[in-house]
T-cell receptor, first 115, second 111 residues
């Protein structure tokens, strides 16, 4: 049972345009969400997170939106740069029951930003 | 600043051989430590986590074990590797539960 889903395995955008990466989850207990970026042969790098008490969090070119009723979150990158080309993972956790250490990951979306 | 080191970067082992992967963290005290595995075509799966020396929690039953002999050292082991143990193994640390910060991983191939 895949509790965090990234339904687009890949996405290609032009440099300077907006990249929108999507993520859906099924477990309504999740209350904290994170996005990671991964280059080949490297570990994932933490990008941005959002708590379920918010619906938006912004950090520079990166903004994460959370729609709790739809169990959906998205990562917006504006403007997109060639260096943003990487695999992006969505992850979720919940703070109850001693499970706050466990991150549940999606399978990732490969973003390619073309010059 | 905090850094995390994982080694080796790649490893090729025969079926039935033992395994020891090591992870160390610098620049922080009493971190939470984690081992993840990414199998081909799948997301990252949490294998073990530790909130202190000698404290190990296992998330999934498997052929692997973990130990934390020192505050900033986390070791992943197996007595006899299986073909299904192939994958990309990642160590991570955090100060609180989240966010977690990852090392560069070990690519393990079992022959």
């Amino acid at each position: 049972d895949q509790q965090v889903k990234q339904n687009s395995p890949s996405l290609s955008v032009q440099e300077g345009r907006i990249s929108i990466l999507n993520c859906d989850y099924t477990n309504s207990m999740f209350d904290y969400f994170l996005w990671y970026k991964k280059y080949p042969a490297e570990g994932p790098t933490f990008l941005i997170s959002i708590s379920s008490i918010k619906d938006k969090n912004e950090d520079g070119r990166f903004t994460v939106f959370l729609n709790k009723s739809a169990k959906h979150l998205s990562l917006h990158i504006v403007p997109s740069q060639p260096g943003d080309s990487a695999v992006y993972f969505c992850a979720a956790s919940w703070s109850g029951g001693g499970s706050n250490y466990k991150l549940t990951f999606g399978k990732g979306t490969l973003l390619t930003v073309n010059p | 600043s905090q850094t995390i080191h994982q080694w080796p970067a790649t490893l090729v082992q025969p079926v039935g051989s033992p395994l020891s992967l090591e992870c160390t963290v610098e620049g922080t005290s009493n971190p939470n430590l984690y081992w993840y595995r990414q199998a081909a075509g799948r997301g990252l799966q949490l294998l073990f986590y530790s909130v202190g020396i000698g404290q190990i929690s296992s998330e999934v039953p498997q052929n692997l074990s973990a130990s934390r002999p020192q505050d900033r050292q986390f070791i992943l082991s197996s007595k006899k590797l299986l073909l299904s143990d192939s994958g990309f193994y990642l160590c991570a640390w955090s100060v609180q539960a989240q966010p977690q910060h990852f090392g560069d991983g070990t690519r393990l191939s079992i022959l």
